[in-house]
């Protein structure tokens, strides 16, 4: 599949989500769903459907009595300024008659659709069917009534136990807003179709509100909601006896969990009703020792069924009572909770202790640097950045939301759980609340939202700050100039970079080299990310002026021999700093630019004097973070004209990517790890008298490459061809200047 066909894939998942969770969040929220929610979560979806696939119209047609289609409903989006058409009852074909809204099976494309089971597309003459076209009239007798010049239109039939029970049946294609000549296409058919198979029973029961979802409907939708394979359990299957005994009967029947078969040593594949359950799933791995390492969705009913004649001892298939505060079933994500509501959940409860524990340990164990709890409308999402990623890992029910940031609040000793309206700030030492002996610490953040507060997390790993530079990611030549640089007893070392590209772990690094009995290193940090062996380090206080410059001050009358500063934001640190470089102390720091040479120019435009910069200056590193390819599943592949003359070679040679897939080892990313990308820039002579005269960006790039600079741009570029990363990782971290 070509690099364009693979994004607009996407592109169509992405679509197919966004309609599907309008729609299926609320059914699975409760079986006995109120007409009015219906009806909402059905007008979401017709109107995310309309903007997928670009039309002008949904219409709901359902089978009736004989061979007739009625037309029931009208779904017009208020955004192309259309008004509803009056109702199919009210309307009629001359004085004193009415006239049904309705086709007969067979008939136009919602006829057909309808008689052959399968989804149907036309435009003029044309008409789509899987990859033939056959000649069919598109003027539909349901369209017409529904008051649509038709040019175009598709419909697929709502299946219910194998027969048809109605369509659904879009108009119009659009572009940009406006008709189009051109008909829907074959991606439009197949999410029109998609939706169809679970709108069917939404139809059904808006007609007829005594109909309820069955067990298997609801798992087959819970299992679309959360992206994860439908089982049908076979009758009369039973689980592996060893599987069974590891786990017991008590637990299995009380987690309603069903193991399937082992994925490794340790890890299990196995069967829930509900997967969005994650206390189950703590319950299980606390009682057996096993990890859960895939998930299938099946019915409750018969997962009870199996694990009642799978125990000779069960004296009946009623599900065990354990104890454990689960989500009841039917409640997976409840619709009737909002972030007003009242709460339910105190956060000294043991579910949600457990819930914020095991937030936390399975983000260190996943290998996360950061943990993002974000509220929305149904649920509360939990997102891992992962490599630099974010990656969904689970999702909980929005009642628990508040109770949740409470206990983050009350475990991060310095947060007012009263106040919910302003951001605020924190830090966690887990060990003080874990019995697993985990210690890290965690930077809480947390911010009002339209549905409650967001908490993001940074993990601060403290062995991070034993590691060498070695093992930073420089290249030879890089760390040999670096290393160097450092090494001299006075100067300025700035970092440089955006968010997140490794600035603080390259400089505890640097320190750390540092870091002897007769060296005095002090630091001025906000916050304190990392706790470090000898070195006397202060926390910033902007609301008793306790700033950066003020730091700066007080440690020059300190003793100092080397000097910390988080960041220069402003003309007053920037000059302290300079002056104390210029005094016999080298001076670490960060600065939010680009690239290596901007940095001279930001600071000259920050009002620092040329002339004082270019004595002071000692070596500017600026780095990006690319994630590392997985040594155990990346493959060779040619590359492509562009990425070779991207990748500056004369010729093709093999390079690596990553598999689709990936492996276990990557969690089916085809990345593991991070590797910084670094361009070193040092000041000979010819550069201190450019900066002294007011070069420009690019004069200073040009002679610091002639000075012996590798651009950033071919440092990840050299990676790529060591097979360190791949080219599509450099070519989004870095650019060519």
Known sequence: MSPESTLVAADRKVDSDRV?????????????????????????????????????????????????????????????????????????????????????????????????????????????????????????????????AVRSVMAAPLVLGGRAVGTLTVVNKTGGGLPSAEGFSAADLELLAEVARYAAKAVVKAADPEAELTEEELARFVARLARLEFLEIPEGWRPEPDLLAAAGEDVLRGCCLLPLSRTSARGVKVAMANPFDILARDTFRSKTGLEVEGIVVAPEG?????????????????????????????????????????????????????????????????????????????????????????????????????????????????????ENRLPQDGRIKFKEFSRTGLDI?????????????????????????????????????????YREMIQKPYGLVLHVGPTGSGKTTTLYSALSELNRPDVNIQTAEDPIEYM??????????KEIELTFAAALRCFLRQDPDVILVGEIRDEETAEIAVEAALTGHIIFSTLHTNDAPGTVTRLVDMGIQPFLLSSSLLVVCAQRLMRRLCTKCKVERMPSLYETFALGLQEPERIF?????????????????????????????????????????????????????????????????????????????VRKE
């Open 20 to 148: 599907l969770h309008a729609l299926l969040r609320p059914l699975v929220s409760k079986r006995k769903l109120g007409q009015a929610d219906l009806q909402g979560a059905l007008e979401a979806t017709f109107q995310r459907l309309l903007e997928a696939v670009g039309a002008e119209g949904v219409l709901v047609c359902l089978a009736g009595e004989g061979s007739r289609i009625h037309l029931r409903d009208v779904h017009v989006p208020r955004l192309l300024g259309a008004e509803r058409p009056a109702s199919p009852a009210k309307r009629s074909g001359g004085p004193g008659e009415a006239r049904p809204a309705s086709v007969a099976a067979g008939q136009g494309v919602t006829g057909k659709a309808v008689a052959s089971l399968r989804p149907l597309a036309a435009a003029a003459a044309a008409v789509t069917e899987g990859d033939a076209a056959v000649g069919l009239d598109i003027e539909d007798d349901i369209a017409s009534l529904a008051g649509f």
């Open 302 to 418: 018969a997962i009870r069924k199996v694990l009642a004649g799978a125990f000779t001892s069960a004296r009946d298939a009623a599900p065990a009572e354990d104890g454990r505060k689960g989500f009841a079933a039917g409640s997976l994500l409840p619709t009737e909770a909002r972030y007003e509501a009242p709460v339910s959940e105190s956060e000294q409860s043991d579910r949600v202790i457990q819930l914020a524990n095991r937030i936390i340990e399975d983000a260190c164990a996943r290998g996360a640097s950061d943990i993002h709890i974000e509220p929305f409308e149904y649920e509360v999402k939990v997102r891992y950045r992962i490599d630099g990623s974010l990656q969904e890992a689970m999702a909980f029910p929005l009642e628990l939301s508040r109770a949740l940031v409470s206990r983050l609040k009350i475990m991060s000793r310095s947060m007012d759980i009263t």
């Open 441 to 481: 610490d965690l930077r809480v953040s947390t911010a009002p939202l339209a549905y409650g507060q967001k908490v993001v997390m940074r993990i601060l790993d403290k062995g991070a700050t034993s590691l060498g530079l070695e093992k930073m990611g420089f290249s030879e030549w890089n760390l040999r100039v």
């Open 532 to 541: 470090l062996p000898n070195v006397n380090q202060m926390q910033m206080n």
């Open 657 to 733: 990517g990553p598999r689709p897939g990936g492996c276990d080892r990557c969690k089916g990313t085809g990345y593991k790890g991070r590797i910084g990308v670094h361009e070193v820039m040092t000041f000979n002579d010819e550069l201190k008298s450019l900066i002294s005269r007011g070069a420009t960006a690019e004069e200073l790039r040009e002679a610091a490459i002639t000075n012996g600079m590798i651009p950033l741009y071919k440092d990840a570029m050299e990676k790529v061809i060591q097979g360190i990363a791949s080219i599509e990782e450099a070519l989004e971290t």
